[in-house]
């Protein structure tokens, strides 16, 4: 039989710490490999042939060092590469490996929440330009309106630990007042970013109470669990001894102390170089 090994996690920058969070609490019996790519972060502005190829080079380095299974923990990865890298790059792989995203297993299940067929989406600009969940949540349910509201400031706000200071109250009731005045009868908004799950009290303090806030660590952490669960043969090469190691492409001092805000524990990361 073949090796097990981890369940490969990779983002852009920190945002999917908060999906790997949701899965050691759901999930604590597998190992998890934790990439971020945050030398060339972040991915948001970036070109979509550019997305992919970093995308590309992160997923090969974590199948290379045993993961079988990846989980793209990054919508911007998620919207302009998962696509590429399942259709054109996993048929020549060896059997059996897989890459999932993090749009899918939030849209699927939208159409639950929302009694008015109004959604609201708070992303990145890329993600948003991307237009992935207005496609992703009309494949499911036609019938639902999406309106989306890009929020750049949000991902600096998180990662210079302001998010929960003041100075962000202007940017999070900016976003929550354009996004609702594009659309006032929105009852249920997805957060589309890793990061934002960070901002999530402050945006609560804005929103209407009648709005549903949906962010996507637990809905991934339970769409895995069910995946492992219908394909047993994945399921099988994924090791279990709940332990996580952390890489990243830029300083490890650096990365330690940003992962640890997204964490809520001290992190110890190990730098690394990625292959030619």
Not at 69 to 88: F, G, Y
Not at 105 to 131: C, D, H, M, R, W
Request: hydrophobic share 35%; with cysteine; charged share 20%.
């Amino acid at each position: 039989m073949k090796t097990a090994g981890p369940i490969g996690v990779f983002d852009s920058g920190y945002g999917g710490l908060t999906i790997l969070k949701e899965f050691v609490q759901l999930l604590p019996q597998y190992d998890y490999l934790y990439l971020g790519d945050n030398a060339r972060a972040p991915y948001g502005n970036r070109s979509f042939e550019t997305v992919y190829e970093y995308t590309k080079e992160c997923v090969n380095f974590l199948f290379s060092n045993g993961c079988k299974l990846v989980i793209l923990a990054c919508n911007t990865a998620s919207a302009k590469a998962l696509r590429t890298i399942q259709q054109k790059d996993l048929p020549l792989m060896q059997e059996n490996l897989r890459v999932l995203g993090v749009i899918r297993p939030t849209t699927e299940i939208v159409g639950n929440y929302t009694k008015s067929q109004k959604v609201g989406i708070f992303a990145t600009t890329g993600t948003v330009l991307s237009q992935s969940y207005v496609v992703e949540i009309q494949k499911f349910f036609p019938a639902i309106e999406v309106t989306q509201e890009a929020c750049p400031m949000w991902v600096p706000l998180v990662e210079n630990n302001e998010f929960n200071k003041p100075g962000a109250d202007y940017f999070v009731k900016k976003h929550i007042d354009s996004l609702l005045s594009k659309q006032p009868d929105i009852d249920t908004i997805i957060l589309g970013c890793t990061h934002y799950p960070l901002l999530v009290d402050k945006i609560k303090s804005y929103l209407p109470k009648s709005i549903t806030l949906l962010a996507q660590g637990q809905l991934v952490a339970q769409s895995l669990s069910d995946y492992l669960t219908r394909h047993p043969e994945i399921e099988i090469q994924c090791s279990k001894n709940g332990t996580q190691k952390y890489l990243t492409t830029d300083d490890a001092e650096n990365f330690n102390k940003q992962a640890s805000i997204f964490i809520g524990a001290s992190v110890n990361s190990t730098p690394i170089n990625l292959p030619d």
